[in-house]
C-alpha cells in the first residue's frame, strides 16, 4: 500500500488508471469505514484502484467542535487499510489541501443543507461539500463510497455530484453496527462506561417510530394521520431525555428531500425515513432506519 502527502505525488500515482474508487474519511477507522474500503475493492476488481483519504476537514467544524480533540489515529488507520486490501491512502496536511485560504467554496441547496443537520450546526454542510468536490477533483475517481449512517450527507453528495455533472457514481453502504445496533461511528470512542451501555437506547427508540409507521401502512393497519405521527416523534423525544439524553430531533421524513411527508404519502408507499440525533452527555450520536 503507498501513501501520499502530496497533490502531485497522488496524481501521479494515478496516472493512467482506469479504475479508481475514493473511500474520504477523517481517520480514526472502524468496522464501518473498513466495509466501505471493502465495497470499492469489489467494485473496481483486482485490477482497479482503492484509494482511501484521510483529512481533518476544518472547514466543516463548526465554532466550539471537536476539531482539535478529534483522534488522530494515522499509523493504527494504515494498518488496517492495508489489511483490508486498499492501494493507496492520500493523507494530506492542511498546507496541502488548502495552501490559501479556501474562499471559493459549494454552498448545498438551502433547502436540504439548512433542515436537521443543518440546522443544528451551521455551515457545516458548506464545509462537507467544499473538501469533498475538493477529494473529487484531486482524485479524479470513478466512483465514491459513503455510508447511510450520515444520510443527509449522502444525499447532498450525490445531489451536488449531479447538478455539477461529475463523471462517477456515488454507491450507497448501508449502515454497519455494533452487536447492540449501535451505529458505528468514530465518535462512539468519545463515550464512556455508562454511555456505551446506554447508546444502543436511540436506535431502539427509533426503531420504535419505525415500527409505529410500518404497523399503520400495513394491510389492515389503522391509517396514521400527521398530527399522530407529530405525538410519535414527541413521544420519542421525551423517551429519550427521560433517559438523559439531549435530543436535536427524532423525526420521519420523505427519502427524497428530508421534508416532513404529506397525509397522503403517509397513506402510501412513499419511501420514508427516521432520522434522530442525541448527545448523551458531550457525545452525540447520529442513527437513521428507512421505512
Known sequence: MRVEDTVAGLRAALAGRRAVALVPTMGNLHAGHLALVDAARARVGADGMVVASIFVNRL?????????????????????????????????????????????????????????????????????CTVVMKLFTIVAPHLAVFGRKDYQQLMLVRRMVDQFALPLEIVAHDTVREADGLAMSSRNGYLDAAQRAEAPQMQRVLRGLVDAVRSARAPGGTPITRDA??????????????????????????????????????????????LAAA?????????????
Open 229 to 274: 405521527l407529530a405525538a410519535l416523534e414527541q413521544q420519542a423525544v421525551d423517551a429519550l431525555a427521560a433517559r438523559g439524553w439531549t435530543p436535536d430531533y427524532l423525526t420521519v421524513r420523505r427519502q427524497r428531500d428530508l421534508l416532513a411527508p404529506t397525509q397522503a404519502e403517509l397513506d402510501g408507499d412513499t419511501p420514508l425515513v427516521a
Open 60 to 128: 466543516q467544524f463548526g465554532a466550539g467542535e471537536d476539531f482539535d480533540k478529534y483522534p488522530r489515529t494515522f499509523e493504527r488507520d494504515c494498518a488496517l487499510l492495508r489489511e483490508h486490501g486498499c492501494d493507496l491512502v492520500f493523507a494530506p496536511d492542511e498546507r496541502q489541501m488548502y495552501p490559501e485560504p479556501q474562499t471559493f467554496q459549494v454552498t448545498p441547496d438551502p433547502a436540504l443543507a439548512s433542515i436537521l443537520e443543518g440546522a443544528v450546526r451551521p455551515g457545516h454542510f458548506t464545509g462537507m
Open 279 to 291: 448527545r448523551i452527555g458531550t457525545p452525540r450520536l447520529l442513527d437513521n432506519i428507512e421505512i
